[in-house]
């Protein structure tokens, strides 16, 4: 009876502990082990061996804590990445954002990073961070522009070009089929120019005098007795009977030019007027 009382009282002192344990106590969580070749476990963290019955009251020691907390600091894992160790004392630690000096405990860096101080340097911290992010960002989205812009301009120029050539090339092409035009045109007039001086070359004019009806270029319409005082001056000196024989003819001869004249007109025994030259217009 005595040790089971004995007993019960340990077990109620022990949990009495355990509810009493203050925060933050166990921030850092429990160690990792190893085991070795003999069947002892070694601590990774410490580097301290030991037998397996051993881990769990090694875990709850001074020595083991502090321990995680230099593996922490040397690591930079979080919380203790803000932290940095006091070069004036081993068991201080500097905050980085607040510069206060606290003890090298889980309770003391428990207490700190739930304070009022530290959550408000945090926000701040946060805060200039997303500022300078968002700067960043400015800056990108203001290079993307520029480089929007150049790629804009230099695909303006190449259009700009692309018509100019085209413009060109149409400009010479009508050239071409103007020049075309103008020597088409150029040979056509030739050839009319050639084509009236064969046609004048061709047409053929007697000499004065030799024509049929005695034409010397004078007046052509004139009476018989002129006629005939013609004929006779060119017969002239001959018999009489010749001349008697020569006036008859040419009396008849006389009436019948006078009946040709009346009833073919003075239009046909007209000489042909040469043709004008005609210039083309363009």
């Given amino acids: 009876m005595a040790i089971s009382e004995q007993r019960s009282e340990e077990n109620a002192g022990k949990e009495k502990k355990e509810k009493v344990e203050p925060e933050g106590s166990n921030l850092l969580g429990p160690p990792t082990f190893e085991t070795l070749e003999n069947g002892r476990f070694k601590c990774v963290e410490t580097g301290h061996e030991m037998p397996p019955n051993a881990v769990d009251s090694y875990s709850q020691t001074k020595r083991c804590r502090l321990g995680l907390i230099d593996f922490a600091l040397s690591h930079k894992k979080p919380p203790l990445n803000l932290f940095k160790q006091d070069p004036a004392?081993?068991?201080?630690?500097i905050c980085k954002l607040t510069g206060?000096?606290?003890?090298?405990?889980?309770?003391?860096?428990?207490?700190?990073?739930?304070?009022?101080?530290?959550?408000?340097?945090?926000?701040?911290?946060?805060?200039?961070?997303?500022?300078s992010n968002g700067k960043v960002v400015d800056k990108g989205d203001q290079m993307q522009q520029k480089a929007g812009e150049k790629i804009k301009k230099k695909d303006k120029e190449k259009k700009a070009e692309k018509k100019m050539k085209m413009k060109k090339k149409k400009q010479n092409q009508e050239k071409?089929?103007?020049?075309?035009?103008?020597?088409?045109?150029?040979?056509?007039?030739?050839?009319?120019?050639?084509?009236?001086?064969?046609?004048?070359?061709?047409?053929?004019?007697?000499?004065?005098?030799?024509?049929?009806?005695?034409d010397d270029g004078g007046d052509r319409w004139g009476s018989g007795s002129d006629l005939e005082s013609d004929i006779d001056e060119s017969n002239g000196g001959d018999d009489g009977e010749e001349e008697e024989e020569h006036g008859n003819e040419s009396r008849e001869l006389s009436k019948r030019t006078k009946r040709l004249s009346i009833e073919v007109g003075p239009s046909s025994f007209a000489s042909r007027k040469k043709k004008k030259k005609i210039n083309p217009k363009y």
């Fill in 100 to 131: 206060d000096t606290i003890n090298k405990t889980e309770e003391h860096i428990w207490k700190h990073i739930n304070g009022r101080r530290f959550l408000n340097k945090l926000e701040q911290k946060e805060a200039e961070k997303q500022m």
């Fill in 176 to 214: 071409e089929v103007d020049d075309n035009i103008s020597e088409a045109r150029k040979s056509e007039v030739d050839e009319i120019n050639k084509n009236n001086d064969t046609e004048e070359a061709e047409f053929w004019m007697p000499p004065v005098g030799d024509r049929w009806d005695f």
């Fill in 89 to 93: 004392s081993r068991s201080k630690l």
